[in-house]
Antibody
Framework: QVRLVQSGAEVKKPGASVKVSCKASGYTFTSNHMHWVRQAPGQGLEWMGI????????RYAQKFQGRVSMTRDTSTSTVFMDLSSLGSEDTAMYYC??????????????WGPGTTVSVSS | QSALTQPASVSGSPGQSITISCTGT?????????VSWYQHHPGKAPKLMIY???KRPSGVSNRFSGSKSGNTASLTISGLQAEDEADYCC??????????FGGGTKLTVL
């Protein structure tokens, strides 16, 4: 079955960077885009960006431009989200979510379990 | 890109129907029939309930339905059940390969 497995919880100090991974299995990795979404405590979901299935340049939400980088490794079916210059406002649960592509386009049909990132001095 | 607007909370009794609204702009909800809805239980990953405004993925109960009018999308849950109690979040394609979520609505089944 389709599965997304994310890396473990992270604790970072302000100003540091964090890299979260998301390993996909159960489908053809290069057939679907992958989104990154986060949820801060007490807040709603927030779209961060997308890694395209065809390997073309990722697209980021304007809010994160300049301090986020999303990449993929097709050899391991893994996508990565790198967020720099962390502040307390980046404390959140970070999810990878597969774009439904042909089945449910423009929607996120499979989600990873989430990775907790805590930023504290 | 501003978040879509959802009511903070809604409630209903078992068996009743409720509707959750999701208001965007002519740049997102109003321009595309590409609103999706997610059910999110605390501590779990969100689950896709509706895509392309009104379509249900395989396995989602037909008690869940979606619609859109102008810049506002809606999710209706009929025949409320206790297990429907969760947060519900809308999301819209916003053009230029970007997406925007709503703030989420907490559904309480009384």
């Amino acid at each position: 079955q389709v599965r997304l497995v994310q890396s473990g919880a992270e604790v970072k100090k302000p100003g540091a960077s964090v890299k979260v991974s998301c390993k996909a299995s159960g489908y053809t990795f290069t057939s679907n885009h992958m989104h990154w979404v986060r949820q801060a405590p007490g807040q709603g979901l927030e779209w961060m960006g997308i890694v395209h299935a065809d390997g073309s340049g990722p697209r980021y939400a304007q809010k994160f431009q300049g301090r986020v980088s999303m990449t993929r490794d097709t050899s391991t079916s893994t996508v990565f989200m790198d967020l720099s210059s962390l502040g307390s406002e980046d404390t959140a649960m970070y999810y990878c979510a597969r774009d439904g592509s042909n089945m449910s386009p423009y929607a996120m049909d499979v989600w990873g379990p989430g990775t907790t990132v805590s930023v504290s001095s | 890109q501003s978040a879509l607007t959802q009511p903070a909370s809604v409630s209903g009794s078992p068996g009743q129907s409720i509707t959750i609204s999701c208001t965007g702009t002519s740049s997102d909800v109003g321009s595309y029939n590409l609103v999706s809805w997610y059910q999110h239980h605390p501590g779990k990953a969100p689950k896709l309930m509706i895509y392309e405004g009104s379509k249900r993925p395989s396995g989602v109960s037909n008690r869940f339905s979606g619609s859109k009018s102008g810049n506002t999308a809606s999710l209706t849950i009929s025949g409320l059940q206790a297990e429907d109690e969760a947060d519900y979040c809308c999301c819209s394609f916003a053009g230029g390969t970007t997406w925007v979520f709503g703030g989420g609505t907490k559904l309480t089944v009384l």
